[in-house]
């Protein structure tokens, strides 16, 4: 296999995942408050070989459309009941033994000591399969529940999440790999030598180190990141291991994989250093008839207005002061500009109202749906793969865990008989699943963009 198929699974520490219909599903398992739920989805993902199982992450209850908390409450849309993730991925790393272990944790709102020292430890109580999805957080109700009154500009949250990142690299470097001694008979728990001061003071952070963790089996975190606009490409291609991506085109994944190859050219880096996941969510059937039965059942779950709810939290815009029967406006968003940015362009594309596109918001926030027999499955996913629209997908699920365990038991042995996907892990962490080279500690490396 001269280049390999990279897969995983993406779950919200909550009732829902991407499709805000997941939890009415009758075949769906509602018990997210527990740690089985997680387990049996891990433990599917790690049975069909997944790279890695990434969490997402909100960090405030849906308030932004019409200012009311009642009705996001009332529908279970996405953010309205979460778990910590961290806390969750901790339970996990005990539970499997393969499966890289990936959550969400922002740069806006908590200090690069407390996040470095979160994943050290993860990395090794998963003995080397964790990592860190980077995200500045997207809406005012989020500032607010840190005390906050006004959430930070869009180019602001980016420049703090470089210099956190700059950080924590120096957090995770500040031990060396052989530091820890634990001689018995001499005493030496450690070299005092080969563990260092960070001394930091910048313009957003000051920490002093060294951290209290020793050097993790990865070095650091796999970094993930998910950046759409033009400043969030720039930030995904000067950091990111793995990038999340989210287009419902052919033409926009192809268009964005090449943009942020080329972006990663630009800061000196390997461009297949960085591995791109588009995500779907996948109908499995043993007819395609039976496919789209279940996608019909799916997308007549959702409800318009739960999609224009967390529309409005992931843009920080309120949709509720709009007609729902006119087409989606042109307005300034502070939070997630690719996403409107996609939403505007559909509604453009296919003559869409805004009520269309809450309908597709809350169908899967606008990922596309893969419906078909596992050998249609398999045919989309190679298409794009080979076509240079990604070097991997994640999986949403419409109703978990069987969305999970359908493409487990079906989709992955046909990808297996082709010959695109592993039938044995080869390695033991996340950067062995993902082909990719030592961990670099250090920023230095891309701080300067080439040609710049």
């Known amino acids: 296999m001269s280049r390999e198929l990279h897969l995983a699974g993406f779950l919200i520490a909550s009732h829902v995942t991407h499709s805000h219909a997941a939890w009415r599903h009758p075949a769906s398992e509602t018990d997210y408050l527990g740690p089985d739920y997680y387990e049996r989805v891990a433990q599917t993902l790690e049975r069909g070989k997944f790279d890695f199982l990434f969490f997402a992450d909100l960090l405030a209850t849906p308030v932004r459309y019409g200012n009311d908390i009642r009705v996001p409450l009332s529908s279970g849309t996405q953010a309205s009941a979460t778990l910590d993730p961290s806390l969750v991925a901790a339970g996990l ?34 003995r080397g399969r964790a990592g860190w999805n980077v995200v500045t957080s997207l809406n005012q109700a989020e500032a607010q529940n840190f005390g906050i009154d006004d959430h930070l500009g869009h180019d602001e949250r980016y420049a703090r999440a470089h210099e956190f990142l700059e950080v924590a690299y120096k957090l995770w470097g500040s031990w060396e790999r052989d530091a820890l001694v634990q001689n018995k008979e001499s005493g030496v728990f450690a070299d005092p030598d080969k563990v260092h001061t960070v001394d930091h003071d910048g313009q957003y952070f000051k920490t002093r180190g060294p951290l209290t963790v020793p050097r993790s089996p990865q070095s650091r975190p796999v970094i993930f990141q998910a950046g759409s606009s033009s400043t969030g490409r720039d930030f995904a291609a000067r950091w990111a291991d793995a990038i999340f991506e989210i287009d419902p085109t052919k033409e926009g994944r192809k268009a964005y994989y090449d943009d942020v190859k080329s972006r990663a050219s630009n800061f000196g880096r390997n461009p297949e250093d960085i591995k791109i996941f588009p995500s779907f969510v996948p109908f499995v059937g043993e007819t395609e008839a039976i496919a789209r039965e279940k996608q019909a059942f799916h997308n007549e779950l959702a409800d318009p207005i739960s999609g224009l709810i967390t529309l409005s939290v992931h843009t920080d815009h309120d949709f509720s002061q709009y007609d729902l029967d ?3 406006t042109e307005v300034t968003v502070p939070g997630s500009q690719g996403l409107f940015d996609l939403a505007r362009r559909l509604s453009d594309k296919d003559s869409l109202s805004l009520r269309d596109v809450g309908k597709l918001y809350a169908q899967g926030v606008l990922l596309p749906q893969f419906v078909g027999t596992a050998s249609q499955i398999a045919d989309q996913i190679e298409e794009g793969f080979t076509g240079g629209e990604a070097d991997g997908y ?59």
């Not at 499997?96 to 090794?124: C, M, N």
């Open 93 to 126: 790393a005990s539970v499997t033994e393969k499966i890289g272990l990936a959550i969400t944790k922002s740069t806006t709102y908590f200090h690069p000591y407390e996040v470095a020292r979160i994943f050290a430890t993860l990395d090794h109580l998963s």
């Open 326 to 328: 006119a087409p989606v």
């Open 394 to 452: 994640i999986l949403s699920a419409a109703q978990a865990p069987g969305t999970f365990i359908d493409f487990v038991d079906f989709v992955v042995p046909e990808l297996q008989r082709r010959g695109l996907f592993r039938t044995e892990y080869t390695g033991t962490t996340l950067r062995d699943h993902l082909g990719l080279a030592d961990a670099s500690l250090s920023p230095a490396q891309r701080q300067v963009r080439v040609g710049a």
